[in-house]
């Protein structure tokens, strides 16, 4: 059983490695703007950019599920 699984199971594994890695970048990134006393706008910007980055993550998965429900891929 594992064995017919495995391509899951390694898509399960790097989506929720990404998810833990976007994690640990937006609490370092959180850290360094607090001690550097960075104003609200511009940690408004660095936030935003650090979604867009994690959105087009999201965004790639979903396209890739709805061409492979397709049968593009």
């Known amino acids: 059983m594992l ?15 990404f998810l833990v890695i976007f994690f640990f970048i937006g ?3 959180h850290d360094v703007m607090n001690k550097n006393n960075v ?8 936030y935003f ?3 867009l980055g994690c959105a087009g993550f999201i965004a790639k998965g979903v396209i890739q599920v709805i061409w492979e429900s397709n049968g593009i891929g």
């Open 3 to 17: 064995s017919e699984n495995i391509e899951l199971i390694e898509s399960i594994g790097l989506n929720l490695f």
């Open 27 to 29: 609490m370092s990134i």
């Open 39 to 46: 104003p609200k706008k511009g940690k408004l910007v660095v």
């Open 49 to 51: 950019v650090l979604f």
